[in-house]
């Protein structure tokens, strides 16, 4: 049972699984797969601000640029 355990987790971590953040945004791939987000781009959007950063910390939608004004406000703060 432990072996298969440790093989499970062998395979969500190892290079490009599930669990992996190969981007280093915060998102997990599993997760930026389920909400549409690129794995391998840490701003999918392009507009500056991470996936990780938008979805966890500015909870804008991180498939939609925000306008330039805005996001630096957000900066700032
Ligand atoms: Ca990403
Ligand atoms: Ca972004």
Known sequence: ???ILIL???LLF???G???DKDEDGLSRNFEEEIGTNPNSNDSDNDLLTDGDEVL???TDPLKKIRMMI???I???
Do not use: H, S
């Open 1 to 3: 049972m432990t072996d």
């Open 8 to 10: 499970a987790l062998d």
């Open 14 to 16: 190892a290079e490009g």
């Open 18 to 20: 599930g669990l992996t």
């Open 57 to 59: 910390k500015y909870k």
């Open 71 to 73: 996001c630096l406000v």
């Open 75 to 77: 900066m700032m703060k």
